[in-house]
Protein backbone atom coordinates (compact mmCIF):
# COMPACT_ATOMS: atom_id res chain seq x y z
CA UNK A 1 0.00 0.00 0.00
CA UNK A 2 1.15 3.86 -0.15
CA UNK A 3 3.83 4.45 2.37
CA UNK A 4 5.02 8.25 2.52
CA UNK A 5 7.13 9.56 5.23
CA UNK A 6 8.42 12.96 5.77
CA UNK A 7 11.47 14.54 7.46
CA UNK A 8 13.40 17.25 7.48
CA UNK A 9 11.36 19.49 10.06
CA UNK A 10 12.46 21.23 12.74
CA UNK A 11 12.83 25.21 14.26
CA UNK A 12 13.83 27.91 12.20
CA UNK A 13 14.11 31.95 13.00
CA UNK A 14 12.29 33.97 10.12
CA UNK A 15 14.02 34.22 6.97
CA UNK A 16 15.75 31.26 7.42
CA UNK A 17 15.52 28.18 5.02
CA UNK A 18 15.39 24.06 5.23
CA UNK A 19 14.20 21.09 3.20
CA UNK A 20 11.91 18.71 3.61
CA UNK A 21 12.08 15.36 2.28
CA UNK A 22 9.88 12.31 1.90
CA UNK A 23 10.39 8.72 1.01
CA UNK A 24 7.87 7.42 -1.35
CA UNK A 25 6.86 3.36 -1.47
CA UNK A 26 4.25 1.16 -2.33
CA UNK A 27 2.87 2.65 -5.72
CA UNK A 28 4.58 3.85 -8.75
CA UNK A 29 6.19 6.69 -7.42
CA UNK A 30 7.60 7.66 -11.10
CA UNK A 31 3.54 7.90 -12.35
CA UNK A 32 2.28 9.69 -9.92
CA UNK A 33 1.95 13.55 -9.21
CA UNK A 34 3.29 14.45 -6.01
CA UNK A 35 2.18 17.64 -3.62
CA UNK A 36 2.75 18.87 -0.48
CA UNK A 37 -0.08 19.99 2.24
CA UNK A 38 0.19 21.63 5.53
CA UNK A 39 -1.86 21.93 8.10
CA UNK A 40 -1.26 25.10 10.91
CA UNK A 41 -2.54 24.96 14.59
CA UNK A 42 -6.16 24.94 14.57
CA UNK A 43 -6.54 25.10 11.00
CA UNK A 44 -7.70 23.27 8.30
CA UNK A 45 -5.88 21.37 5.64
CA UNK A 46 -4.01 23.32 3.34
CA UNK A 47 -2.47 22.90 -0.39
CA UNK A 48 0.64 24.07 -0.41
CA UNK A 49 2.33 22.79 -3.83
CA UNK A 50 2.09 19.78 -6.51
CA UNK A 51 4.62 18.68 -9.43
CA UNK A 52 4.07 16.51 -12.41
CA UNK A 53 5.34 12.49 -12.15
CA UNK A 54 8.46 14.09 -14.89
CA UNK A 55 8.85 16.93 -12.37
CA UNK A 56 8.23 19.31 -15.46
CA UNK A 57 5.62 21.46 -14.05
CA UNK A 58 4.85 22.30 -10.49
CA UNK A 59 2.14 24.70 -9.13
CA UNK A 60 2.46 26.62 -5.76
CA UNK A 61 0.04 28.69 -3.25
CA UNK A 62 0.27 32.14 -4.18
CA UNK A 63 1.77 32.92 -0.17
CA UNK A 64 4.55 30.52 -0.73
CA UNK A 65 4.95 31.66 -4.79
CA UNK A 66 9.04 32.58 -5.12
CA UNK A 67 9.79 30.89 -1.71
CA UNK A 68 8.72 27.46 -1.47
CA UNK A 69 10.42 25.04 -4.29
CA UNK A 70 8.60 21.39 -4.75
CA UNK A 71 10.64 19.26 -6.75
CA UNK A 72 11.53 15.26 -7.03
CA UNK A 73 14.01 12.49 -7.85
CA UNK A 74 12.45 9.28 -9.50
CA UNK A 75 15.51 7.19 -8.59
CA UNK A 76 15.55 7.86 -5.43
CA UNK A 77 11.19 8.01 -5.07
CA UNK A 78 11.57 11.30 -2.88
CA UNK A 79 10.01 14.04 -3.65
CA UNK A 80 11.25 17.75 -1.61
CA UNK A 81 10.02 21.05 -0.54
CA UNK A 82 12.77 23.77 0.00
CA UNK A 83 11.59 26.60 2.05
CA UNK A 84 13.10 29.62 2.05
CA UNK A 85 13.09 33.12 3.66
CA UNK A 86 10.38 31.50 5.85
CA UNK A 87 7.68 33.55 7.61
CA UNK A 88 6.02 32.88 10.93
CA UNK A 89 2.28 31.93 8.99
CA UNK A 90 4.48 29.48 7.93
CA UNK A 91 4.34 27.45 10.93
CA UNK A 92 2.20 24.05 10.52
CA UNK A 93 2.50 20.31 10.23
CA UNK A 94 3.67 19.50 6.90
CA UNK A 95 2.86 16.31 4.51
CA UNK A 96 3.36 15.06 1.51
CA UNK A 97 0.67 13.44 -0.44
CA UNK A 98 0.10 11.27 -3.27
CA UNK A 99 -1.40 12.72 -6.53
CA UNK A 100 -1.82 16.55 -7.74
CA UNK A 101 -3.87 18.32 -4.73
CA UNK A 102 -4.56 17.77 -0.97
CA UNK A 103 -7.11 15.06 -1.40
CA UNK A 104 -4.44 11.74 -1.97
CA UNK A 105 -2.92 9.65 1.14
CA UNK A 106 -0.85 11.51 3.09
CA UNK A 107 2.31 10.47 5.31
CA UNK A 108 2.73 11.14 9.42
CA UNK A 109 3.92 14.35 8.49
CA UNK A 110 6.94 16.40 9.62
CA UNK A 111 6.67 19.27 12.33
CA UNK A 112 7.62 23.27 10.73
CA UNK A 113 8.13 25.99 13.37
CA UNK A 114 9.01 29.66 12.73
CA UNK A 115 10.13 31.35 15.41
CA UNK A 116 13.00 33.78 17.26
Known amino acids: QVQLVESGGGSVTPGGSIRLSCLASGFDFRSNAMSWVRQAPGKGLEWVAS????????KTLDSVKGRFTISRDNAENRVYLQMDNRRREDTAMYFC???WGKGGTRGPGTQVTVDS
Open 51 to 58: LTPDGSYS
Open 97 to 99: AEG
